[in-house]
């Protein structure tokens, strides 16, 4: 199982408001910055957020990011089918010496 | 426009060995730190490996580690990933990916395309 948890998945129906959590440890989200990535389906991962809050150049902002203590999370308002990824969460590991990613949430927009 | 290509790819048995390339442009190479991610099929995200913009420092994840080798070419604007001892459980898509700045390993700004490593016999 992977260091950051994440939950599989996630729906809600389009225009409403979505969360994905990431939880982790003080090794990990507790002691750095954590990034946020969409997978469409059959494509490269996409960064949407880092430093847990920033949105990448291009990103809506109906993508936001928040971090408390050792967990983040990725919020998605106004949800489009086009939403329809996995997305994952990733940050340092200070006690592994090398990134960790969540296992991944899948978003469905019923 | 960043753009990054990655090659090697293939089938290889058990115990073979591979190498994988990652030709990058559009952007200074040697300022930024590089990092290869793969995805077993119908899985996640797994971090394999990262190197800094002079190639001096490297970090990998503990499935690769005594077995994978990252290196960089700043000349050829290249990134490499030497797989040894291949198992079937290295059996994903590898993908480049640059980092956002300089030493971060998880700000990853842009991807390649992947490439597909199979083992098997």
């Known amino acids: 199982q992977s260091v950051l948890t994440q939950p599989p998945s996630v729906s809600a129906a389009p225009g409403q408001k979505v969360t994905i959590s990431c939880s982790g440890s003080?090794?990990?989200?507790?002691?750095?910055?954590v990034s946020w990535y969409q997978q469409l389906p059959g494509t490269a991962p996409k960064l949407l957020i880092y430093d847990n809050n920033n949105r990448l150049s291009g990103i809506p902002d109906r993508f936001s990011g928040s971090k408390s203590g050792t967990s983040a999370t990725l919020g998605i308002t106004g949800l489009q089918t086009g939403d329809e990824a996995d997305y994952y969460c990733?940050?340092?590991?200070?006690?592994?010496?090398?990134?960790?990613f969540g296992g991944g949430t899948k978003l469905t927009v019923l | 426009e960043v753009q990054l290509l990655e090659s090697g790819g293939g089938l290889v048995q058990p115990g073979g060995s591979l190498r994988l390339s990652c030709a990058a442009t559009?952007?200074?190479?040697?300022?930024?730190?590089m990092i290869w991610v793969r995805q077993a099929p119908g899985k996640g995200l797994e971090w394999v490996s990262g190197?800094?913009?002079?190639?001096?420092?490297?970090y990998y994840a503990d499935s690769g580690k005594g077995r994978f080798i990252i290196s960089r070419d700043n000349s050829k604007n290249t990134l490499y990933l030497q797989i040894n001892s291949l198992r079937a459980e290295d059996t994903a898509i590898y993908y480049c990916?640059?980092?956002?700045?300089?030493?971060?390993?998880?700000?990853?700004?842009?991807w390649g395309q992947g490439t597909l490593v199979t083992v098997s016999s």
């Open positions: 990916a640059k980092d956002r700045y300089s030493g971060s390993y998880y700000r990853l700004d842009f």
């Open positions: 990733g940050t340092w590991d200070s006690s592994l010496s090398s990134v960790v």
């Open positions: 190197i800094d913009g002079s190639g001096g420092r490297t």
């Open positions: 559009g952007f200074t190479f040697s300022s930024y730190a």
């Open positions: 003080s090794s990990n989200i507790g002691n750095s910055y």
